[in-house]
């Protein structure tokens, strides 16, 4: 894989991330009723964990040499009270993100950036953590 490649799912993530961090924030502020006091601090603190994968990723696309995207995802971001909806917005949400770690990092393997490539490891296992901890909310 070249490294217009590895640029393009590079920023792929980054736009993924940069949708997440805009539904996590829109989230915490409309969450109400009796769980608000939880989930709101769950939705904030994803935006910042959002945020710190995003500067990892972006810090990547520099380091190859890349130009970063500054534009989110255009996946909809479903505007909802109900917290059930947020909650499985959120679990397609880190799905996808997952898996698109999971589909980069064979590539940062190829080109042998060993520091690189444990970064994305640590965002990918991160996104795996949200998936698992999501699922177990939606039980």
Do not use: Q
């Amino acid at each position: 894989m070249t490294n217009a490649g590895i640029l393009s799912s590079l920023n792929k993530a980054l736009g993924w991330e940069l949708r997440a961090i805009a539904m996590y924030a829109h989230y915490a502020a409309y969450v109400s009723g009796i769980h608000r006091i939880n989930l709101a601090t769950h939705f904030n603190n994803e935006v910042t964990e959002s945020i710190t994968h995003a500067a990892t990723v972006r810090s990547a696309i520099v380091k190859l040499g890349g130009e970063a995207t500054t534009e989110r995802d255009s996946t909809e971001i479903v505007h909802t009270s109900d917290f059930n909806i947020m909650l499985k917005e959120a679990y397609k949400t880190e799905m996808t993100a997952s898996e698109t770690y999971r589909e980069i990092l064979p590539l940062i393997d190829e080109i042998d950036d060993r520091e690189l490539y444990d970064a994305l490891e640590v965002v990918y296992f991160d996104e795996l953590r949200s998936v698992e901890e999501l699922r177990m909310m939606l039980m």
